[in-house]
């Protein structure tokens, strides 16, 4: 079967031929596209129906016909390779402590010269206790006869720091860890905590507290304005 395409009417000799089968062939071109217009519409119309019935329609299947891949790129870029840069991630990581090691002299050769480092970074997490017992200053007017106790750091109140506070919120919201789990947890690395010690901290991980200069809960010890807390080693 030809094609419409592939006539070549400049091959036709007659002008008023050439002309009445070009008008022919698009007569024909727009007939065809009314019939399959038509064709559309009657089936639209006797899905309509069947639906109004309760039937299935007619499915919607798209023939099968694989598309060409485009290529944009030009001959000389796809015979050009391209290449890979891989990022370094050790410029982005913070480095906490700086560890030397060394090499035993005694298994070295007599004319070994050191030559400097090779760094490596290694990440790692370490999870321990950092208890530290506060001493805070107290002092004592003979004019006001009260006592005055230097305050806390921020975050410190109660029997738990802010880094407790703040892994247990990390682990039980974002971790979806149980509160036995978290206390479980908490007790293997050292810290000594309940059920419902670790309850009471998710209720109050809402609300933050602010260390002022408040009279402390002793009736004769007060809190001195704009004191800061010292942390000293233990006695």
């Known amino acids: 079967m030809i094609e419409l395409a592939d006539l070549d009417l400049s091959s036709i000799a007659d002008d008023r031929h050439r002309e009445g089968l070009l008008r022919l062939l698009n ?11 038509q064709a559309d519409e009657i089936q639209r119309l006797r899905d309509e129906n069947n639906r109004l019935k309760g039937e299935h329609g007619k499915p919607d299947i798209k023939p099968n016909t694989p598309t060409a891949k485009k290529d944009h790129s030009s001959e000389q870029e796809r015979r050009q390779p391209k290449e890979h840069h891989r990022r370094s991630k050790q410029g982005t990581i913070p480095i906490d402590r700086d560890e030397v090691c060394q090499i035993d002299p005694t298994t070295l050769p007599p004319d070994a010269a050191f030559q400097g480092y090779r760094e490596v970074v ?22 006001t006869g009260q006592t005055y106790l230097a305050p806390l750091p921020a975050g410190y109140a109660g029997e738990f720091g802010p880094g407790i506070k703040a892994l247990i919120i990390v682990w039980y919201f974002a971790c979806q860890m149980s509160e036995p789990k978290i206390r479980e947890l908490c007790g293997h690395a050292g810290v000594q905590i309940s059920d419902g010690q670790v309850s009471n901290l998710l209720i109050k991980s809402r609300t933050t507290s602010t260390p002022r200069a408040t009279r402390s809960t002793r009736p004769d010890c007060a809190v001195a304005p704009g004191s ?8």
């Open 27 to 37: 007569l024909v071109e727009e007939l065809s596209t009314t019939v399959r217009q």
């Open 122 to 143: 290694i990440q790692d997490l370490v999870l321990r206790t950092d208890n530290v017992r506060f001493l805070q200053e107290v002092y004592h007017a003979d004019s």
């Open 228 to 235: 800061r807390s010292t942390t000293a080693p233990p006695a």
